[in-house]
């Protein structure tokens, strides 16, 4: 009776692994894949004009011609945002 035993506890044992390993599959596959979404232009207060001498086109996150790493959407060249970060010299 106790083998009987030992072989069940084994098969619920792989079953919940074969489960576990089901359920984490799709999430590595998500991480792999497409790029992280990116932050909505509202959520860090992009305007179309600079900021002082601050701008798009200036910072790091900047894409060209009009893009950004980070924030979605058309980005100015002109335009900034609060997350700006100095473009290295």
């Known amino acids: 009776m106790e083998k009987i035993f030992s072989t069940a ?3 619920r044992r792989t079953a919940l692994r074969c489960a576990l390993v089901a359920g984490v599959a799709p999430l590595i596959t998500l991480a ?3 790029a ?5 232009q509202t959520s860090v207060a992009y305007q179309s004009g600079p ?6 086109s200036n910072c790091n996150l900047f894409v060209t011609p009009s893009s ?7 980005i100015a060249p002109e335009g900034w945002c ?7 010299a």
Do not use: H, M, N
């Open 9 to 11: 506890l084994l098969s």
């Open 68 to 74: 950004c790493k980070t924030v979605d959407g058309a």
């Open 32 to 34: 792999s894949g497409p």
């Open 51 to 56: 900021q002082g001498d601050q701008q798009c």
């Open 36 to 40: 992280e979404a990116k932050i909505a």
């Open 82 to 88: 609060k997350i700006w970060v100095k473009k290295p």
